[in-house]
T-cell receptor, first 110, second 114 residues
Framework: DAGVTQSPTHLIKTRGQQVTLRCSPK?????VSWYQQALGQGPQFIFQ???????QRGNFPDRFSGHQFPNYSSELNVNALLLGDSALYLC?????????FGQGTRLTVV | AQSVAQPEDQVNVAEGNPLTVKCTYS??????LFWYVQYPNRGLQFLLK??????LVKGSYGFEAEFNKSQTSFHLKKPSALVSDSALYFC????????????FGTGTRLTVIP
């Protein structure tokens, strides 16, 4: 049983560009959340998708958007990248109570 | 608003000694509390959770946590530390009723000294 998988593992982008990160949830999970973990910080909630709709959103600007597909996989899109967007982006799928996390995508904005 | 605090950035313990990683929480209503561990260049691994019931919760890899409502604490413990336990530990609390997002602490780096 595959856990939560994310791609790519590492990414380098230039300031002002756009990026798309991908996530496949754990088998049987239909809810996907995205978190941003800046260096030396705890993860911060970006948003959550369920039934292909954004259900909850944290304190992130509209440059951060997402999508969920019928197979429950999800994408995180970030437009107009800033240097401060450099972070580890974590995807989580939710079981009955706890969340299961992928290994993350390390985004570096230069 | 929900939040957790991890007062120690770094905890050092000798191999074989008991370890404690501290966490305090602030919630409205009953807390759903979690501990996660993060190894270098990896995502978060679930260790244990408190939803309701016994105040002592047992989890993966020999870890346990004690829920204390009066002190609003949820400290992570292990009777005998291993070098392989060295990692970054995060305490988290679930959002308010109807919300599923987690609020994480800033993390505690545990180093087990051989």
């Amino acid at each position: 049983d595959a856990g939560v998988t994310q791609s790519p593992t590492h990414l380098i982008k230039t300031r002002g560009q756009q990026v798309t990160l991908r996530c496949s949830p754990k088998s049987g999970h239909d809810t996907v959340s995205w978190y941003q973990q800046a260096l030396g910080q705890g993860p911060q909630f970006i948003f959550q998708y369920y039934e292909e709709e954004e259900r909850q959103r944290g304190n992130f600007p509209d440059r951060f958007s997402g999508h969920q597909f019928p197979n429950y996989s999800s994408e995180l899109n970030v437009n107009a990248l800033l240097l401060g967007d450099s972070a580890l982006y974590l995807c989580a799928s939710r079981g009955s109570t706890e969340a299961f996390f992928g290994q993350g995508t390390r985004l570096t904005v230069v | 608003a929900q939040s957790v605090a991890q007062p120690e950035d770094q905890v050092n313990v000798a191999e074989g000694n008991p370890l404690t990683v501290k966490c305090t929480y602030s919630v409205s209503g009953n807390p759903y509390l979690f501990w996660y561990v993060q190894y270098p260049n990896r995502g978060l691994q679930f260790l244990l959770k408190y939803i309701t019931g016994d105040n002592l919760v047992k989890g993966s890899y020999g870890f346990e946590a004690e829920f204390n409502k009066s002190q609003t604490s949820f400290h992570l413990k292990k009777p005998s530390a291993l070098v392989s336990d060295s990692a970054l530990y995060f305490c988290a609390v679930k959002g308010q009723t109807g919300a599923n997002n987690l609020f994480f602490g800033t993390g505690t780096r545990l180093t087990v000294i051989p």
